[in-house]
């Protein structure tokens, strides 16, 4: 009678916690109901693309997380967003190493995601994810996106969305190790990588006359 | 005492064990908090500089979630997939309550096609969907080196259309990124259960 009651109890138990779990993960990612969605399908970008095609790669610690602005001239929240009008957020990051192509002590990466100060919130599901005090290692282009309205200069966009981030872990050189979305590894390994495709020819071809 | 020791013990590891098996076997593909209402028409049109080819590929994308019938009817359609057979003239993402589908230079380095959908009292009201022109796309039997094949990419932003966030299975349509000259014109198992997992 007790050996039942027992596992009656460890079988309630297992069924109540796998549902739980089951639960809990389906719940992960909710996000506001109203927001405008953005949607990435990315290029696989594999390290020797991301260091052959990228204009400039850098060894750096997230300095300051701007707040979120609309691109629109009065940066103002658009009654009816068009003409890819689009919040954006700005990451001041401190360049600590230049691994390629030239570079100010600071710079400036955009991710065109976030929730200013009025206006619906922007869910970039593509976006790399940025937090204060982070040490990264960054593969960056020119924003050539229509979103960036004006053609600034002033800023950078990470290669291949969160592909051209990887955020570095771990107390000592050695035992450093890199982890991005999709893979982690150590970091010797990755700038060794970068080292021997920096140089090489871009990979991706341009289609320029755009045909579709 | 010993015995009792040794119960709480073994609930523990039961109840951690559990937890995570429950996790683990939940399931790869991600849901939006929000989609369109069931018994939608998306209708669409597309641009106008787009080529016959392209237009096919598109329509063979859409064909894909308006025929169940070729997945055994391992779902029930929810959301039609219309050609309005008219064309737009859009290059930039406008909400007016039509969904385009257009091209337009997007960079390369950025992503290959992009969705962009809107929201009202929890319902998706619009999308659009713009293919980067900077990468070269194929609408051909067999994707040629440095091409991205258009109806597999298509096929993954109606996914989003509907409300299918990424997957983590690799063998779904919704996974995030892809290769050149990869081809994928059907839907796997997991993309039909986040179809039907949707609350429609």
């Given at each position: 009678m007790r050996n039942k009651k027992t596992s009656f109890l460890f079988l309630s138990t297992a069924i109540i916690m796998g549902t739980i779990g089951f639960l809990g993960y389906n719940a992960l990612?909710?996000?506001?109901?109203d927001a405008i969605f953005i949607h990435q399908s990315l290029p696989k970008l594999d390290t020797s693309i991301l260091s052959s095609d990228s204009d400039l790669i850098v060894r750096g610690q997230v300095k300051e997380i701007m707040d979120a602005e609309w691109n629109t001239i009065d940066k103002k929240a658009p009654i009816e967003p068009s003409g890819f009008d689009v919040v954006y957020t700005d990451v001041k990051v401190g360049v600590k190493?230049?691994?390629k192509g030239s570079s100010d002590n600071e710079i400036v990466v955009r991710v065109y995601a976030g929730k200013a100060s009025e206006g619906v919130e922007v869910i970039n599901d593509g976006e790399s994810s940025f937090e204060n005090g982070e040490e990264i290692i960054l593969f960056l282009i020119p924003d050539?996106?229509?979103?960036n309205k004006e053609n600034e200069h002033g800023h950078y966009r990470v290669m291949g969305g969160y592909q051209g981030k990887y955020l570095i872990e771990g107390q000592t050189g050695l035992s450093k190790q890199v982890t991005n979305q999709f893979e982690n590894k150590n970091l010797n390994y990755l700038l060794q990588e970068i080292e021997n495709s920096k140089?090489?020819?871009?990979?991706i071809i341009e289609n320029i006359e755009g045909k579709l | 005492m010993k015995q009792k020791k040794l119960f709480f013990i073994s609930i523990g590891i039961i109840s951690v064990t559990s937890l995570m098996i429950g996790g683990l076997t939940a399931h790869a593909y991600n849901l939006f908090s929000n989609h369109w209402k069931a018994s939608t028409n998306f209708n669409y049109s597309v641009g106008s500089d787009i080529s016959a080819a392209g237009v096919t590929s598109i329509t063979i994308a859409d064909n894909q979630y308006n025929n169940p019938g070729w997945y055994n009817n391992a779902f029930t359609r929810k959301v039609y997939f219309q050609n309005l057979n008219s064309s737009n003239s859009i290059k930039a993402y406008t909400q007016n309550y039509k969904n385009e589908i257009f091209k337009t230079?997007?960079?390369?380095?950025?992503?290959?096609m992009v969705t962009q959908r809107w929201n009202s009292g929890g319902n998706t009201v619009e999308a659009d969907v713009l293919i980067n022109t900077s990468y070269y796309w194929s609408n051909e039997s067999v994707c040629p080196p440095g091409n991205y094949d258009l109806s597999t990419v298509m096929l993954h932003e109606f996914g989003h259309v509907l409300g299918l966030d990424h997957s983590?299975?690799?063998?779904?349509?919704?996974?995030p990124t892809f290769k050149a000259t990869e081809m994928q014109r059907t839907l796997d198992k997991d993309d039909i259960n986040g179809y039907n997992a949707i609350n429609w």
């Open positions: 990612g909710t996000s506001p109901k190493e230049v691994i050539r996106t229509p979103f140089y090489k020819p871009k990979q | 230079n997007y960079g390369t380095g950025e992503s290959l983590e299975n690799t063998k779904a349509i919704m996974r």
